[in-house]
């Protein structure tokens, strides 16, 4: 398969999926409800700076499986953007903050892991997802901070 055409599956899979879940899974009334730290950010940040991490998530994936697709580091990408995906519907859909605190600091080890696994093939794919591990890091505490508030 041509590198771009493969560059461009992973874009679908990544930012599709995540629009998919996004939209199917609105914070509506209950989140509006409930007690939010002083850090919480407004609402309208939260779809482009997933847009943009998406994207790198992606071409991070992407660089990785040209390069080996059968490593540590692309099987640290498809567990972390499998627990990317579950999060949501937990938190938002299901209600259940503190499942989706569990899901999201495992997140955050399995980015970690991504980048550490990554580093020697790849250190650009490492580096595409720092941005990603800082902002799971603010939302782990934001998710860790509404769980402790309600």
């Known amino acids: 398969m041509r590198p771009y055409l493969t560059l461009a599956l992973f874009i679908v899979l990544v930012l599709g999926g995540g629009t998919l879940i996004g939209v199917t899974t609105l914070?509506?009334?209950?989140?509006?409800?409930?007690?939010?730290?002083?850090?919480?950010?407004?609402?309208?940040?939260?779809?482009?700076?997933?847009?943009?991490?998406?994207?790198?998530?992606?071409?991070?994936?992407?660089?990785?499986?040209?390069?080996?697709?059968?490593?540590?580091?692309?099987?640290?990408?498809?567990?972390?953007?499998?627990?990317?995906?579950?999060?949501?519907?937990?938190?938002?859909?299901?209600?259940?903050?503190?499942?989706?605190?569990?899901?999201?600091?495992?997140?955050?080890?399995?980015?970690?892991?991504?980048i550490a696994t990554a580093w020697p093939r790849d250190r650009v794919a490492s580096w595409l997802f720092v941005p990603y591990a800082a902002w799971v890091t603010f939302a782990t505490a934001l998710n860790a901070a509404v769980w402790r508030l309600n």
Do not use: C, E
Request: aromatic share 18%; charged share 5%.
């Open 27 to 114: 914070p509506g009334g209950w989140y509006a409800g409930l007690i939010k730290p002083s850090f919480n950010p407004p609402n309208w940040v939260f779809a482009p700076a997933w847009t943009l991490l998406y994207l790198l998530i992606a071409i991070a994936g992407w660089r990785i499986w040209q390069r080996d697709l059968r490593s540590a580091a692309m099987t640290a990408w498809f567990i972390q953007l499998g627990l990317n995906f579950v999060w949501s519907p937990v938190f938002f859909g299901a209600h259940r903050i503190g499942l989706a605190l569990a899901i999201i600091v495992a997140l955050l080890a399995a980015i970690l892991s991504f």
